[in-house]
């Protein structure tokens, strides 16, 4: 049984930072790519990026500038650093396995994600 807990979310103003923290535990195969989705108000899950074996991180073109991917492999530890945080990036963020075939879609069951609050 696998699960994957993102935190470190929280309120910051327009142009702050946060990193959020994703770990893994259980059955987890080692290694997997780890994507962030994130949940705006009113609107449905979405992907945000993709972060690979080597930390590389692919992402919607919304974040990808801003958002940049890392990860501790031996302690199962997936990292997303966001800078230059905008009231739009506002929302709950997960952390899952995207499959490969739809990185829209996940693995897991879905956690409770971190609340990330950014203010004009």
């Known amino acids: 049984q696998v699960q994957l807990v993102a935190s470190g979310g929280g309120s910051v103003q327009a142009g702050g930072s946060l990193r959020l923290s994703c770990t893994a535990s259980g059955n987890i195969v080692s290694d997997n790519a780890i994507a962030w989705y994130r949940q705006l108000t009113g609107k449905q899950r979405e992907f945000v990026a993709r972060?690979?074996?080597?930390?590389?991180?692919l992402a919607v073109d919304s974040v990808r500038r801003r958002f940049t991917g890392s990860r501790d492999n031996a302690r199962k530890v997936v990292f997303l650093q966001m800078s230059r945080l905008e009231p739009e990036d506002t929302g709950v963020y997960y952390c899952?396995?995207?499959?490969?075939?739809?990185?829209?879609?996940?693995?897991?069951?879905w956690g409770q994600g971190t609340q990330v609050t950014v203010s004009s």
């Open positions: 972060v690979a074996l080597d930390g590389s991180t």
């Open positions: 899952n396995v995207p499959l490969s075939a739809n990185w829209n879609q996940a693995l897991h069951s």
